[in-house]
């Protein structure tokens, strides 16, 4: 058989995994957004490792819904508050804590937020300080691991979260075995899957309390900078 | 139009089915592409704008991961190059909008001759994306394109030659994503929930793992992170400063 239709069988059957053990969850999650949005909220956004692209993929999307706000790691490196190395390679810099001053320091937040904490591990002392900080000023956290991975890290997370979700991969995440040689994943598409049925969830939310949902347009689609700005422009450096 | 996470799950779904289907054979040759790259000690360097690039972090950097996927990110100008933050974040004087910034990322790395490139635009219509295709080519590379067809199709080219970026590539892959990238209908002009990333790892996790089967099947081993830290700090060690 076709190793690539392998992969992709393996994929699909782990999206309709995660549709229906998640489910419930992702319409609640949903809501809590929806609710933060409407009470003048941010939904606030940090992941580690390759829970980022779970974060790109609710922040600023085309066909997305607006506010939600990236807190990046990247902002520190491009002003040489630290390396690649400590990012990409050996992941160091998610065992600081003291980053978060940093990070959060060149932001606007503010009580009203809703923090959104991804790792596949739950256990990195950087995402744990989101989570106690959150925590102290009595904001809501939604949490999104790999409950295997989390299990075997010793992770600590989900003490924090009022809600979680599962990325639902088995620990380590490997797709296909090509004559003994593990290849591939699917949890990073999984999770991008769970973000888009959220947005499919909070769109429904407005669409039934306002009859209207702000919804971002593609940056490459005539007038969408003019429709894009109006959304944002409200919150100011909040979103940016 | 009802839109809700079971909408969506029954429609990226049969987008996946349809992704395959009419990909499966530029997917084959873009791991017949990757896997000569790999045996000529090559390396796999990815360009991609905005959240395109996502598809270079899912295929690397973890266990069951190619190891020579080297990620080319504008914000390298700064961390690695003589870019001021200032410069690079210039609201007017936009940097990726800048002339020369192809050739700026060309020689900013270590790029050699058997390395080949991924240049991912969902809309295939920018600038730096279509320069970065044409100089990989003047400089002999292979160039593979991810884009979306509908989405190209229907938006004019902003680059000066009038070129789009699937005219350039020597294999050129449809996300099959739709115009907008936004999949879902609804009651007003919006549509939501978009799929790029999604179709984009796909096509990108299908090429490798038919990469290493290929490599396998020539008697090469391939180099792949496995979770053994002795292994992957040794292939690591291999292609430093490459990736």
């Not at chain 2, 090429?207 to 089967?213: D, G, L, N, S, Y």
């Amino acid at each position: 058989m076709d190793i690539k239709k392998v992969y992709l069988d393996k994929l699909k059957a782990d999206i309709d995994r995660a549709y229906d053990t998640q489910l419930e969850k992702i319409q609640v999650i949903a809501r809590m957004f929806g609710e933060c949005m409407d009470n003048g909220g941010v939904v606030q956004l940090f992941g580690v490792r390759h829970g980022i692209e779970f974060v790109n993929e609710l922040n600023y999307r085309a066909g997305g819904i607006a506010p939600f706000h990236k807190m990046n790691i990247g902002d520190l490196l491009i002003r040489h508050m630290c390396t690649k190395e400590e990012v990409y390679k050996t992941f160091e810099i998610y065992n600081r804590p003291e980053v978060y001053d940093q990070l959060t320091s060149m932001y606007v937040l503010d009580d009203r937020d809703l923090y959104v904490l991804v790792s596949e591990r739950g256990n990195e002392p950087l995402v744990l300080r989101f989570a106690q900080e959150a925590k102290k000023r009595g904001q809501k956290i939604v949490a999104v691991v790999n409950k295997s991975y989390y299990d075997n890290c010793g992770g600590t997370l989900l003490d924090y979260a009022d809600i979680w979700l599962d990325m639902q991969t088995e620990c380590p995440d490997v797709a296909v075995d090509v004559d003994g040689i593990k290849v591939g994943q699917t949890g990073t598409t999984v999770t991008n899957i769970m973000a888009q049925m959220i947005t499919g969830e909070l769109y429904r939310y407005f669409i039934e309390k306002h009859g209207q949902a702000p919804v971002l347009l593609s940056a490459n689609v005539k007038g969408a900078d003019v429709h894009n700005n109006a959304l944002t422009d409200p919150y100011g450096r909040r979103v940016r | 139009m009802t839109v809700d996470a079971k909408v969506f799950l029954d429609k990226i779904q049969s987008l996946l089915d349809h992704l395959y289907e009419s990909q499966k054979d530029v997917i084959e040759e873009t791991a017949q592409l990757m896997a000569r790259c790999i045996e000529n000690d090559g390396v796999v360097h990815v360009f991609g704008s905005g959240h395109s690039v996502g598809l270079a972090i899912d295929i690397s950097l973890r266990e069951g991961s190619l190891v020579p996927v080297h990620i080319i990110e504008n914000a390298d100008a700064v961390i690695l190059g003589e870019f001021t933050l200032e410069e690079f974040t210039d609201k007017v004087n936009k940097f990726e909008r800048r002339q020369g910034v192809a050739q700026y990322f060309y020689n900013l790395y270590d790029i050699r001759e058997n390395d080949i490139f991924f240049v991912i635009s969902n809309s295939g219509i920018n600038g730096v994306g279509i320069d970065f295709a044409m100089l990989a080519k003047e400089n002999g590379h292979k160039v593979i394109v991810i884009t979306s067809m509908e989405h190209t199709l229907a938006e004019a080219s902003r680059h000066p030659s009038g070129k789009k970026l699937y005219m350039l590539g020597d294999v050129v892959i449809d996300n099959c994503g739709p115009h907008g990238d936004a999949l879902l209908p609804t009651n007003g002009i919006e549509k939501v929930c978009s799929v790029s990333s999604i179709c984009n790892n796909a096509v990108a996790q299908m090429a490798a793992v038919r990469t290493v089967e290929i490599l396998k099947e020539h008697g090469y081993n391939p180099p792949v992170l496995t979770g053994d830290e002795a292994h992957d700090r040794e292939l690591k060690e291999h292609y430093k400063g490459r990736i």
